[in-house]
Structure formats: structure tokens, C-alpha cells
């Protein structure tokens, strides 16, 4: 079953890509705000998750994360990541450059050797301040689930009409390979539509955009929760791990999860 993160702080819980993971949402407690409406994701589907669309204020983030941080630093188990996730996209929030402030100022000062990670969807890269707070935190992950527009449209369901691949590669561009790619592989279908981004044509045309960014580091994984679609099926490790071996012969490295 779907569900949502019920706190602004929440975990630590054992992440299976980085490690001890504290939660920071930034989006509202009872209800999903996304520009994606992911039909994998474990919130379940934006219009069954409406409610309050009120962000976490910057005040409300910055007291909370340095009480659990304080707890866990007297307790003697401080994280490995403080992890901006949550319900929905985190930089989608007005105040996100000056939260990531705050986080990294918290962060020097309790658990100095945990590192930043931020979760998106990407689409908020026009924004000059959401770039700058990418830029200074340690894990910018930032996800691309196909090269194609209509498979980007049946997987993650952009909110924006004018969203396109193109765009999104041209704004990653200005990283300078400095950020994580995450990319969800999957197949199956979903009302009655059938969907498949591990197909032959569609890793080629991913591993040129791989190729063409050259990341840090990039990410692939699939299914390991609920989804709100329920006929999608999970893809191998097998598979994923022969991805990611066209990925590392690429020069970039990559992990499997």
C-alpha cells in the first residue's frame, strides 16, 4: 500500500543506495505535491493524496531537524545523509535555497561527517536558486527515467504540458557532470498502455544522454515498494547490473540497487 510521510522529520532508515538516511519533507504532511505523478511512486497518485497543499515552513524544518539531530548526536548514532525527499518534489518549495542553508549549517554543526542528498524530479531547474542549492549540497540526484518524451509521459506523468528531454538535458548540462543521474527501470503496463524503458532502443538513446552529460555518478534501480500502479513489474538485478555495465564502460561509474 502507498502511503504518505506523516512528519517533517522522519527516520533515519537504511537507504538502499545511501546508507543511514534522515528524511527532510518539505511538502505538505497529509497530502502529495509534485510536478510528476509518478506511476511508481510510493506516495501513490497526486489527485487520491490532495489535502492541505501547505510546504513545511523554513522555520518548522530548520527547528526540527536540529532537535532530532541534537537527539541522535546525544544518543551517539548520527546519520550517514540527511535526505530531502518527502511527499513530492522538495524543490518545488518557495524558500528551498535558504532551507538548504540552514541544512548545511546544522549539519556542520551536529553531524559534520554526514553528507546532503536531494532527491528530484529535475523540474524546477529553470530556477536559478534551486540550480545554486543543488550546487552546494554533496549528492544533487536528479532523475531521468527515459530519452524519450512520450515514455517520460506514460512513466512519470509531467505536470507541465511543455516538459521535454531535450530541455531537461540542456539544463543538466549546466552541472557540468557535478550531480547523480537516477534513472527507474521498469515494464509492464499501466491503464492499459504498455511501459517499458529497457528496451534496446531505449538504453541506447538513455546511455547517449549518459554519454553526453558524463555524471559523477549514475544510479539505476527498480521496483522495491508499492506503486500506485499495481501491473508493473520489477526489473532484475541481472539486467539492471548489464545497464550499468554499458554505463561504467562509458567511464562513468555506476550503481545498482
Not at 70 to 89: H, K, R, S, Y
Not at 142 to 166: C, G, H, M, W
Not at 168 to 196: H, S, W, Y
Not at 225 to 254: F, H
Request: one cysteine or more; aromatic letters at 6%; proline letters at 4%.
Amino acid at each position: 500500500m502507498t502511503a504518505l510521510f506523516e512528519e517533517v522529520i522522519f527516520g533515519p532508515v537504511r537507504s538502499r543506495r545511501l546508507g543511514v538516511s534522515l528524511g527532510v519533507n518539505l511538502l505538505p504532511i497529509h497530502a502529495k505535491l509534485c510536478s510528476f505523478d509518478c506511476i511508481y511512486c510510493e506516495c501513490g497518485w497526486n489527485a487520491e493524496r490532495r489535502g492541505q497543499m501547505r510546504f513545511n515552513s523554513r522555520e518548522e524544518v530548520r527547528e526540527a531537524l536540529a532537535a532530532k539531530l541534537m537527539q541522535m548526536q546525544a544518543e551517539g548514532v548520527l546519520p550517514d545523509v540527511i535526505t530531502f525527499a518527502g511527499n513530492g518534489e522538495p524543490t518545488l518549495h518557495p524558500d528551498f535555497e535558504a532551507v538548504i542553508d540552514d541544512t548545511i549549517a546544522l549539519r556542520d554543526r551536529f553531524a559534520p561527517s554526514a553528507k546532503i542528498s536531494v532527491l528530484s524530479n529535475a523540474t524546477q531547474l529553470h530556477r536559478a536558486e534551486v540550480v545554486r542549492a543543488l550546487r552546494r549540497v554533496d549528492n544533487n540526484i536528479l532523475k531521468l527515467d527515459s530519452a524519450f518524451d512520450e515514455t517520460v509521459r506514460r512513466i512519470n506523468r509531467p505536470q507541465q504540458a511543455s516538459y521535454s528531454v531535450a530541455r531537461l538535458v540542456e539544463q543538466l548540462g549546466c552541472f557540468e557532470g557535478a550531480f547523480i543521474l537516477q534513472t527507474m527501470f521498469l515494464r509492464g503496463c499501466c491503464e492499459g498502455e504498455p511501459i517499458d524503458n529497457t528496451t534496446p532502443a531505449e538504453v541506447a538513446a538513455w546511455l547517449d544522454i549518459v554519454a553526453k552529460l558524463h555524471p559523477r555518478q549514475v544510479m539505476v534501480y527498480s521496483i522495491d515498494r508499492d506503486t500506485p500502479c499495481q501491473t508493473l513489474e520489477r526489473v532484475s538485478r541481472e539486467e539492471l547490473q548489464q545497464i550499468a555495465a554499458q554505463v561504467e564502460a562509458l567511464g562513468v561509474a555506476c550503481s545498482v540497487a
